[in-house]
């Protein structure tokens, strides 16, 4: 009986990685659930939301440039 449950237990052990393995590596799965769901979790971007993103970052950069820069001539 011990022998038995142990092969089960191997069968079982082995099966479970290959067949997920299998099954992650079907084309038709892939387009259909994993490319569906990161377009939901990160649609495409539109062009105005990307220049504000833009301009929101240049604008950060020059607060830190001029940070720096005020620093820098309050040590010297």
Do not use: C, H
């Not at 393995?21 to 495409?44: G, H, S």
């Amino acid at each position: 009986m011990g022998v038995k449950l142990e092969v089960f237990r191997m069968t079982i052990y082995l099966t479970f990685p290959v067949a997920m393995f299998w099954i992650a590596n079907q084309a038709e799965w892939f387009e259909d659930y994993v490319v569906q769901r990161k377009r939901e979790l990160w649609p495409p971007e539109k062009e105005d939301q990307r220049q504000e993103l833009e301009e929101f970052k240049e604008r950060i950069r020059k607060q830190r440039e001029e940070k720096l820069l005020r620093a820098a001539q309050q040590r010297s």
